[in-house]
């Protein structure tokens, strides 16, 4: 079903395991027609297990546009990072902005290096997560917001606090022409867990999925792969289009996020 893939990890962040080419010969075995890299954007600050450090940057790009040049003939290979929203971090960013193809939004900290989005549990917290999605897709940071209901992984109960912030994403989703992800990683991977109103996975959840069905907002697959062989099964993407099973999702198979991207730079700010 799936023949492009744009978010993939690399062992360098951390939290991914083998080498840059068998992600490549994995996607290829797969039949995937276009891949693209996004690895953990690094900061001024290091943060071992979570993201690359500067160190590593260059040695990343270069490895890709290795691999982007060696096969070329048989996939459409894209190196970009995975980023986050935060101001002290912008010329960073705008450097990041510059170089690579592509950007997607990971926002897994409110703050560099504080506040995970992992650990949320109010109302005030759910908006300030929302405020920096919107500051991202305002002045075109990114090309998708990457898991959009990250911030539910420790979220108690899918309360109206929680739809609420649904909707206003996808408002930012709809403003912006921004696409949400559906996301087929960790959040699937690991299995259910228990909240306080029954179990579920911590994300994607049908809640928001609900609001961005309703709005019509631009969905795309992300499998979020951390291990090549994540490739060669089907078994977290069925756990996640369970979760929107019945819904009207507006899903954008082959979203051509480059050129869409080359618009977006133009916009940066």
Request: aromatic residues 12%; glycine residues 6%.
């Amino acid at each position: 079903m799936l023949k492009t893939n744009w978010h993939t990890h690399t062992v360098r962040c951390g939290h991914a395991v083998g080498r840059d080419e068998e992600y490549v010969e994995a996607a290829l075995i797969s039949g995937f027609k276009a891949l693209g890299f996004s690895d953990h954007a690094p900061y001024r600050t290091p943060c071992p297990g979570e993201r690359m450090n500067m160190a590593q940057l260059e040695d990343y790009r270069h490895s890709i546009l290795h691999l982007k040049e060696k096969y070329k003939d048989r996939l459409n290979i894209f190196v970009g990072l995975e980023v986050e929203c935060y101001k002290s971090e912008w010329e960073t960013l705008k450097k990041y902005r510059q170089t690579f193809d592509y950007c997607i939004l990971g926002q897994h900290n409110l703050d560099l290096d504080e506040n995970s989005s992992y650990g949320l549990t109010t109302p005030k917290e759910l908006e300030e997560y929302t405020e920096r999605l919107n500051y991202a897709c305002e002045h075109a940071l990114c090309d998708y917001i990457a898991h959009p209901d990250v911030c539910l992984w420790s979220y108690p109960v899918m309360d109206e606090s929680v739809r609420d912030i649904a909707r206003r994403i996808a408002q930012i989703s709809l403003k912006y022409d921004m696409p949400l992800e559906l996301n087929t990683g960790s959040g699937v991977h690991n299995g259910k867990r228990r909240y306080q109103d029954g179990e579920r996975y911590p994300y994607p959840t049908r809640i928001f999925f609900e609001e961005f069905a309703k709005a019509g907002c631009p969905i795309i697959i992300g499998l979020d792969v951390h291990d090549p062989k994540l490739f060669l099964t089907d078994t977290d993407l069925e756990r996640a289009l369970s979760v929107i099973e019945g819904l009207d999702c507006h899903i954008l198979y082959d979203y051509d996020l480059i050129s869409a991207a080359k618009e977006r730079k133009k916009l940066f700010y």
